[in-house]
């Protein structure tokens, strides 16, 4: 694996990267957001319906030295994917990383450093984009043209599981997040845009006999990425079309005094794609058509930007972290990037 520096910047000295110009044509389907926030010292930690949460309104955070991703800390390329077209969706199931090529209509693991095709739909017919493992064998799926599906890793069943909102198709799936509930909020930006704001965000009980849907939220200048709160009450959207990560209350929260509203903007590049959140409840953004993760704390303070070493694209889609890693695909160049951190997981995230 080639090691290459990074850019990483502590989270006292914040500094933003520059743009990177040039790269290949972004596709026109990408967004991602998660977030949380960190309440004064005895607030109450819950998880359930009517809990009081940490995770919000909170004032800035005054942060030691210590790092997210040091600054001597390199980026390794951890997998090539060949003849790529975008790569999105990756999760870890018992230390393997699992993703998606929403072009190709693949569903790809990395095996000895290599990503194998698992999952083909010859008629491209499907296409997967965000995945999260819902039990040890089973992935639920955003398919932008057939809808929210499933697959088995086991028997490479590939299913619809709902392919409309009560008789309307849905305009085009981009990602989701669970609630740790049985529970998944999921992104239908279609060709939603600034000046055409009609994307949604919808709520699915998919541990139900039959699975129960809701539309939870619409107005959204495409809804790209999506994650939560680690107290569930909370849910970071990626605005793809305003350069945005938007805050929305979830389901489980009650107390009337927060509203949606903008958390962060990010500067330079198109928009936030995939996201995610740690268990500190920062927000991790991968800031497509700039070449960098953008990292802000609950509130929206910034606390890092991470870019990817020289020569790499700028096309960031996707992101996690996993056993002391933040991995990145970059679909530009087809490359699943890893950098070593500090940050440990949002269980839910």
Known sequence: MGIMQTHGIDRRNFLKGSVVAGGTMALGLMAGCS??????????????????SEFAQAGPKTFADDYIVSPTAAWEKYATVENSGLIEGM????????????????????EDGKAVVVYHDDAKKAMPNGAKFIDD??????????????????TLEYKVLLGD????????????V???QGGAYFTDPGQSDY????????????????????????????????????????LYVAEFNTNSILCVPSKTYVDAKDTPYVAARLTGGHGPDGLLTDADGNIYAAHLKAGEVVVVDPDGWDITTVRLPEGAGIFVSNLTIHDGYLYACEFGQGIIWRIPTSAKQNALG
């Open 35 to 52: 977030s949380q926030a960190q309440g004064s010292e005895g607030s109450e930690k819950g998880s359930g319906e009517g809990s009081a």
């Open 91 to 110: 999760n870890f199931k018992n230390d393997t990383l699992w993703f998606i090529d929403v072009a190709m209509s693949n569903i790809l693991k990395v």
């Open 137 to 154: 064998t089973t992935m639920l799926i955003t398919d932008r043209s057939q809808g929210l599906c499933t697959f088995d890793i086991e």
């Open 165 to 176: 909102f009560k008789g309307t198709p849905f305009l085009g799936l981009n990602d989701l």
């Open 178 to 180: 669970l609630d740790g």
């Open 195 to 234: 000046l055409d704001k009609n994307g949604n965000v919808y709520y699915v009980r998919y541990d139900a006999a039959e699975p129960e849907i809701e539309l939870y939220k619409t107005g959204f200048a495409y809804p790209n990425g999506i994650t939560i709160s680690p107290d569930a009450n909370f």
